[in-house]
């Protein structure tokens, strides 16, 4: 009698992440993100000197009204003519508007119509850039979630460094040099972005506007794990994004001083990056259900805020809630790369933002609102139950709960140059 020996096929080795594509495409973020950083730092530096506070608001709901209004239809171009050809263009105009900007400042004292005028092109080319900025990531890396991970760690960097360098720059130079420096970074990016070449992507779509943006609508409406997801975030903005960014500087801030919520913001970055590190080795099953689990982890953020402990456990609590925070935003970018087809992909993307975006902006405006009823540790309480319950409501969604991972698929069709 002879035994047999059932052999298995080696595990095929993981597709390499650090090709050329993929480097210039991390670099045009790194440095694209360090720019969006540092612009609301200038903006608020540089304008409140002159127009004070409610100057930097002016110029700063400018920006946020013409990103949020702009942003179907950039979708809609990027599906049109091309992710990359949207993103270098758009790189454009802010390399034009920030630059006009530094100009005005090395002259003398700029007029508050161009502050506004440049504002409103800089927040319809980032309305124009960010749709493909998800699109992107399946063009140029053949697996999506590690390139997710390491872009969330970018991303982590660029949110602490950016506003620190724009700080520095503002106490060692003057105006104008920080936004020359602003229009540099979108200035390489575009260079970096430009040099891709070969993409594989879907064949462009052909019809007109209008019919487009129906398209990506019944694209986002046919999928009820995002809609819902969507639906569920617009309460996470209300209540939690919304309310615990100017009440944690200002609680920490009274209380400890502005250096001690800058080692908080630092923790939270920390927290960031192990966070996106963690989803780069982690391939759950069902990845929007991992990612729902792993979010009750931000529980701590409001939750050590309202409870005001001595700064180490409040470090404590905001890397564990960077940690979570990441682990989920790879999950999702993820799952949305791989569930929805390339040709629709950004107008899809577009719609799940303006989603996202218009839930934190209304929570944003509605801080002072919900002063006037209650205490600021009051309010960070009920921003902790919120949590709580989106993650619940995350994983009591059957669509959300049950979606599985898919392989990622490389975009058949015409070929970028």
Same mark, same amino acid.
């Given at each position: 009698?002879?035994?047999?020996?059932?052999?298995?096929?080696?595990?095929?080795?993981?597709?390499? @992440?650090?090709?050329?594509?993929?480097?210039?495409?991390?670099?045009?973020?790194?440095?694209?993100?360090?720019?969006?950083?540092?612009?609301?730092?200038?903006?608020?530096?540089?304008?409140?000197?002159?127009?004070? $506070?409610?100057?930097?608001?002016?110029?700063?709901?400018?920006?946020?009204?013409?990103?949020? *209004?702009?942003? =179907?239809?950039?979708?809609?171009?990027?599906?049109?003519?091309?992710?990359?050809?949207?993103?270098?263009?758009?790189?454009?105009?802010?390399?034009?508007?920030?630059?006009?900007?530094?100009?005005?400042?090395?002259?003398?004292?700029?007029?508050?119509?161009?502050?506004?005028?440049?504002?409103?092109?800089?927040? $319809?080319?980032?309305?124009?850039?960010?749709?493909?900025?998800?699109?992107?990531?399946? @063009?140029?890396?053949?697996?999506?979630?590690?390139?997710? &991970?390491?872009?969330?760690?970018?991303?982590?960097?660029?949110?602490?460094?950016?506003?620190?360098?724009?700080?520095?720059?503002?106490? @060692?130079?003057?105006?104008?040099?920080?936004?020359?420096?602003?229009?540099?970074?979108? *200035?390489?990016?575009?260079?970096?972005?430009?040099? $891709?070449?070969? *993409?594989?992507?879907?064949?462009?779509?052909?019809?007109?506007?209008?019919?487009?943006?129906?398209?990506?609508?019944?694209?986002?409406?046919?999928?009820?794990?995002?809609?819902?997801?969507?639906?569920?975030?617009?309460?996470? &903005? =209300?209540?939690?994004?919304?309310?615990?960014?100017?009440?944690?500087?200002?609680?920490?801030?009274?209380? *400890?001083?502005?250096?001690?919520?800058?080692?908080?913001?630092?923790?939270?970055?920390?927290?960031?990056?192990?966070?996106? =590190?963690?989803?780069?080795?982690?391939?759950?099953?069902?990845?929007?259900?991992?990612?729902? $689990?792993?979010?009750?982890?931000?529980?701590?953020?409001?939750?050590?805020?309202?409870?005001?402990?001595?700064?180490?456990? =409040?470090?404590?609590?905001?890397?564990?809630?960077?940690?979570?925070?990441?682990?989920?935003?790879?999950?999702?970018?993820?799952?949305?790369?791989?569930?929805?087809?390339?040709?629709?992909?950004?107008?899809?993307?577009?719609?799940?933002?303006?989603?996202?975006?218009?839930?934190?902006?209304?929570?944003?405006?509605?801080?002072?609102?919900?002063?006037?009823?209650?205490?600021?540790?009051?309010?960070?309480?009920?921003?902790?139950?919120?949590?709580?319950?989106?993650?619940?409501?995350?994983?009591?969604?059957?669509?959300?709960?049950?979606?599985?991972?898919?392989?990622?698929?490389?975009?058949? &069709?015409?070929?970028?140059?």
């Amino acid at each position: 009698m002879t035994a047999t020996v059932e052999r298995t096929a080696p595990a095929a080795p993981a597709p390499r @992440l650090w090709t050329t594509t993929f480097t210039l495409y991390f670099g045009a973020r790194v440095v694209s993100l360090f720019g969006d950083a540092m612009m609301p730092v200038a903006a608020a530096l540089a304008v409140g000197r002159i127009y004070g $506070i409610s100057g930097v608001g002016y110029v700063m709901a400018v920006w946020t009204g013409s990103f949020v *209004l702009f942003l =179907l239809a950039g979708g809609v171009l990027a599906d049109k003519v091309g992710a990359r050809t949207m993103m270098v263009a758009a790189d454009a105009v802010r390399v034009l508007a920030q630059g006009a900007v530094a100009v005005a400042f090395f002259l003398g004292t700029p007029p508050m119509w161009l502050l506004l005028a440049t504002s409103l092109l800089a927040g $319809i080319a980032t309305a124009m850039f960010q749709p493909g900025v998800n699109g992107m990531v399946p @063009l140029v890396a053949s697996d999506p979630q590690r390139a997710n &991970g390491v872009l969330k760690i970018a991303d982590a960097g660029a949110q602490v460094a950016g506003p620190a360098l724009a700080g520095m720059l503002m106490v @060692l130079t003057s105006a104008g040099v920080v936004y020359t420096v602003d229009a540099a970074t979108f *200035l390489l990016s575009g260079l970096l972005l430009a040099l $891709i070449r070969g *993409l594989p992507a879907a064949a462009r779509v052909k019809s007109a506007f209008l019919p487009d943006l129906r398209e990506g609508w019944r694209e986002f409406r046919a999928r009820s794990w995002m809609w819902s997801v969507i639906i569920i975030w617009v309460f996470f &903005g =209300l209540f939690v994004f919304g309310p615990s960014v100017p009440l944690g500087s200002r609680l920490v801030g009274e209380r *400890l001083g502005d250096a001690a919520y800058g080692w908080v913001m630092a923790s939270l970055g920390l927290g960031t990056v192990v966070g996106g =590190l963690t989803a780069m080795l982690l391939r759950p099953a069902r990845p929007l259900a991992a990612g729902g $689990i792993a979010l009750f982890g931000f529980t701590f953020v409001p939750l050590t805020l309202a409870l005001q402990p001595a700064l180490p456990l =409040l470090m404590a609590g905001h890397l564990v809630g960077g940690c979570a925070w990441a682990f989920w935003s790879v999950m999702w970018a993820t799952s949305v790369q791989t569930q929805v087809p390339y040709a629709v992909l950004n107008r899809v993307t577009a719609y799940e933002m303006a989603g996202s975006v218009a839930g934190i902006a209304a929570g944003q405006a509605l801080v002072g609102a919900y002063l006037l009823i209650l205490a600021p540790r009051d309010l960070l309480l009920v921003s902790t139950a919120t949590t709580v319950a989106v993650c619940l409501a995350l994983l009591l969604t059957r669509p959300v709960r049950s979606l599985r991972a898919v392989p990622a698929k490389t975009p058949a &069709g015409d070929v970028q140059v």
